[in-house]
């Protein structure tokens, strides 16, 4: 399959994988019907696109026939089930990985048997069997060490016998491993050989009966395990069925991603299940080349690793379109639900204030000075600064804060500054800019200095920079710490005025704060009600004023003169390509498809709650490629020598921060020609 064939709406295109989990029910030691139904979930699984289909220990027998394992008409019952089985997957483009009791050298293993289309790929036995409790699996069964070869024949076939890599040579990054229950319960379950190996996907074929709390372990052993080993978890446990002589049996089937749950089954639910879940299985790779301790382990245990075989196989998914289906939150950076919303929220404050504040105690200084202008990113740090106070136990009149209007400004956002201030208690200064702008641009023998309306580059930075000159020899005068304004995704776009501009400030609280999460964290103060009526008044009305730098004159208070996002994009989109450019290296068409995914379709989706309908908006593939463009010339080639020379800031965010002491070093001179080539060569126009 070549992958660059696929349509772009293909989620096999974009390194995912379609996995599933078929919990089904069971006929106690009926090994045919057992089969004829795991085919039928097999054929299921594969029309709805999975390369995948892992189902439960002893699927074909059932786990829990005891002593009748030793019979040797149930036996010799489940080979011929079993191919059966392997002939029915002849057309099936899926791999089903089913577990089955088979007799080598004169012992019995549980195994695991990976078929795909008719051909067994590989058996793996379980490793560690638990006889503790209600299991006593030795009086069976023996462990995978005691098999004296590699190799086993079953049903006509040879195929490797034990510990497996199963690779895709046609997938990229996708490649599986195979454990069975109880070996995930051991303290080094061979799954971590196996992630260390190169496997993406981790399986598990399991019979874990149900006891009060059980379930939640076996959520925590999973999640563990796939964060552990920066991968997919799939487990299929046992269900109905099954006898309940002295047990019970939940149905448990779980997917996992590094950490994430993607699905789950009903447990005790009375009748066969499937689950699903797109597996991303190129960013696991990528997670995993950018945790060197990661690739460190594989080198350390190189001697464990190298027992385990690789089988490559073609698994030919087809070239029809198959949509993703996996929700792709449309704001990476602000939760959609309310509660971890406001715990995201609070813990973003948390570590902007304690960046803060411990930067005041180390310099001594109890003032700070703050450009306010009536905006978002002002706005924010501003009501930093004042948690900052509150929590240091300093009267608020040491954050002296000043509006600064200048030759465009408007009555509006003007206002809303003042009101601001005033609403929080801080010193309140207003300078007016204007003349001072103007006497600049006629010393320098600028057109506008004579009279003409020239309104260029030099024209809104002689704004910008009599702003933040301003404001240091305020500080100097204070005592004071100038703290800065600027927010993640203008570093991003590189728009800020370089030096003596809104570039520069003592302390940048929001460096590593996206657009996004700004807007969210003031909807959340004005929201939460532990604010005064006039301070969630003001709030509201920054949030819904129109995002603009204000520094050219010609607008009004409906419809400023400059629209930042006019010229920059939008920010909910950019912020959006902003996260997986630099969180995850992703090539720009993979981030154009998730931002489709994320963004085609208003009605898709949750929202986060209380963002405004109007704000609820959904972009075309040709807008997502066009902005998309924008950001990739913008941030690879234009801006990066702004992001060198920052000044400190607290990294707030997993998705990372542009310091060049932190997350980010790139040349100042790069070009963005490799990454624009491959969004106007893949993502179509």
Known sequence: MDRSALPFGSLYRHGFARVAVAVPRVRLVDPHANAEESLRLGHLAAERGAALTVFPELGLTGYSAEDLFHQQALLETSVEALGGLIEGTAELSSVLVVGVPLQWEARLFICAVAIHRGKILGVVPKQYLPNYREFYEKRQFSRAASALSSTIKVCGQEAPFGSVLFKASDLPSFSFFIEICEDLWVPTPPSSWGALAGATVLCNLSASNATVAKADYRESLCRSQSGRCIAAYLYAGAGCGESTTDLAWDSHGMIWENGAQLAASRRYHGDSQLIFADIDVERLELDRMRMT??????????????????????LDVGEDELALDRQIERFPYVPSDSVRRDERCEEVYNIQVHGLAQ??????????????????????ALLVATRTFDRLGLARSGILAYSLPGLATSERTRKNALELMSCLGVTVGEIDISDASKSMLERIGHPYG???????????????????????RLANLHSALVVGTGDLSELALGWCTYGVGDHMSHYGVNSSVPKTLVQHLIRWVAQSGGTEVGTAAVLQSILETEISPELIPGGDEAAPSQRTEETVGPFDLQDFHLYYLTRFGFRPSKVAFLALCAWGDRSRGGWPEGLPDESRKSYSLTDIRGWLEVFLYRFFERSQFKRSALPNGPKVGSGGSLSPRGDWRAPSDSSATAWVQELRRNVPG
């Open 359 to 380: 930067r005041l105690e180390a310099a001594g200084i109890g003032k700070v000075v703050i450009g306010v202008s009536g905006g978002l990113d002002s706005t924010q």
């Open 293 to 314: 301790s990661f690739q460190d382990a594989a080198t350390d245990q190189r001697e464990r690793i190298e027992r385990i075989r690789t089988v490559t196989f073609e």
């Open 450 to 472: 004579s009279g003409e309306e020239v309104y260029d580059v030099t024209f809104e930075n002689a704004q910008a920079g009599e702003r933040t000159s301003l404001l240091f």
